[in-house]
């Protein structure tokens, strides 16, 4: 059974999601998602207040492949990109020297568990998205009220209510959203990746709502 993700980003610095090569990735941060999503299911992430008042969409992604085990941090064809922070060593994953995300130690435990089973360890990838960064905008609202609505009250630990409306209206943006622009990228992250550890904030985003149908 299909589902819909949506949640709410506190940052958008090329992290999470990370868009290179024609292909999206989620490989850091929404743990949740990372373990339970699988191809065919669809994710849109909006703007938390802190990042955007206006909580403007920044993407939609329909999964195509859900790769667990720790296998994107250990293949050699996804070394290149910016959200492939850990590598394998020694029997354990750790941060790679050269990361720019998630510099605090307590992070790899959040994104990919705790050893042996890194039982977090699940990366999205899609390679049908549409990702407008610092370029979207909240224009949805005044189409889809149900969205607005659930993406205004969206917070920790909060469930979206009215599902079949809001399910009906989150297929609809998604159509849209297709039929309106053919590329998948349509804009450049809201800021570059962070500096220090103080404003690597993305592990703080908001708890998602997650529709099935």
């Not at 941060?29 to 403007?56: H, Y």
């Amino acid at each position: 059974m299909s589902r819909i993700y949506f949640y709410k980003l506190t940052a958008d610095n090329g992290g999470a999601p990370c868009v290179q090569d024609g292909l999206l990735s989620l490989a850091i941060c929404k743990p949740m998602i990372r373990e339970t999503a699988q191809r065919g299911d669809v994710i849109f992430g909006f703007a938390a207040n802190s990042l955007d008042p206006k909580n403007r969409l920044i993407y939609i992604a329909r999964i195509s492949e859900n790769i667990g085990d720790g296998a994107y941090y250990k293949e050699r064809k996804f070394d290149h990109r910016g959200d492939c922070i850990y590598q394998w060593r020694h029997g354990r994953f750790e941060r790679r020297k050269d990361a720019k995300y998630h510099a605090d130690k307590r992070h790899l435990a959040h994104d990919l568990g705790n050893p042996s089973d890194y039982e977090r360890a699940h990366v999205l990838l899609s390679d049908d998205f549409r990702y407008f960064g610092r370029a979207g905008t909240d224009e949805y609202k005044c189409r889809y009220p149900a969205i607005r609505r659930a993406v205004e009250h969206l917070g920790q630990g909060q469930r979206v209510n009215h599902p079949q409306e809001l399910r009906d209206q989150l297929c609809a943006l998604e159509k849209k959203v297709w039929d309106g622009w053919r590329r998948k990228i349509l804009g450049k992250p809201s800021s570059d990746p962070p500096s220090d550890t103080l404003h690597d904030v993305c592990h703080r985003s908001k708890s998602c709502g997650v529709i099935r149908f």
